[in-house]
């Protein structure tokens, strides 16, 4: 049987980020793709005046119909989440709408490069550290991973420094832990994936530059792969190959800040399923 995934994020309207990236690679992965926008935005939030509708007295009104129709999805992949009670609606959503099996694989997108996004605050970090703890499969970068967990933020470190950080989320969360942008050498990145008791690192070439929506591309891969079938440690290697190969696509265009070009690499990301 094909799988049906929910997905639940904003739609930044232009910026090449949640909504407007997770939709067409799972698409392209070969996935039933339904989506729930947690919020509409002129552009994402590093441009300048953004507009932003946030849709959070919608959720309950879409899932009661949801519920009439008895839809069930055997993923739910979250994103970018407008507010604190869009969490709590997200929960109950998962506990409406799962499949049996359903797998909750949460991206607590908020923060990067040791700060939250505009907008998120302590407290968003704490509720979104709840969401965590009732997933499957969580993908925090280390700025997030050090919010949810109160660990201090380091820019460089060592293997032991993740163990803590792994160990504090580890606490958190018996979901299975894909920690992205990993680094221990100025030329080398990669994802830790962990368990209770198991951790291995996928490291690969580090590219100079960086992209805003790194993270949804990668977190949108993961979830295709793993979909498709390949174990969750196959599904990060083949995210990863992915995202760096589109980032170094897009380094080609110097004055393309705002986003990562996928788009003309997505024919890749199908060949390596
Ligand atoms: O890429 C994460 C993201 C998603 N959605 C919005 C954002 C960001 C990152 O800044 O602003 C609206």
Redesign the pocket.
């Known amino acids: 049987m094909d799988h049906k995934i929910l997905t639940i994020?904003?739609i930044?309207c232009v910026g090449q980020?949640?909504l407007t990236v997770a939709l067409p690679i799972l698409s392209a992965c070969g996935l039933e793709t339904a989506i729930l926008p947690s919020?509409v935005?002129s552009t994402?939030?590093?441009f300048q005046d953004f507009t932003f509708r946030d849709l959070t007295e919608d959720m309950p009104k879409i899932l009661k119909h949801w519920q009439k129709e008895k839809f069930t999805f055997d993923a739910i992949y979250t994103?970018?989440l407008g507010s604190s009670r869009q969490i709590e609606y997200v929960k109950n959503i998962f506990h409406s709408v799962a499949s049996k099996d359903c797998s909750l694989i949460v991206d607590p997108?908020m923060a990067d490069n040791g700060k939250l996004?505009p907008g998120f605050d302590e407290t968003f970090a704490a509720e979104m550290a709840g969401l965590c703890k009732e997933a499957d499969y969580i993908l925090p970068n280390l700025t997030e991973s050090c919010f949810m967990t109160n660990t201090e933020y380091r820019e460089t470190y060592d293997e032991s420094y993740i163990d803590h950080v792994l160990d504090h989320l580890r606490k958190l969360t018996e979901a299975t832990i894909i920690l992205t942008g990993v680094s221990y050498s100025a030329d080398t990145t990669g994802v830790v994936v962990a368990t209770k008791n198991t951790k291995e690192y996928y490291k690969h070439r580090k590219s100079p530059h960086s992209s805003?929506?790194t993270?949804?591309v990668y977190s949108s891969a993961f979830t295709g792969a793993f979909m498709r079938g390949h174990t969750p440690y196959e599904a990060a290697k083949i995210a990863a190959d992915y995202t760096l190969a589109c980032i170094e696509y897009t380094a080609k265009d110097p004055d393309h800040w705002y986003g990562v070009k996928f788009e003309p690499l997505l024919g890749d990301l199908l060949r390596s399923l």
Request: aromatic share 12%; proline share 0%.
């Open positions: 994020q904003d930044s980020c949640s919020a935005l994402h939030t590093m994103g970018y997108a996004y805003h929506g993270g949804d």
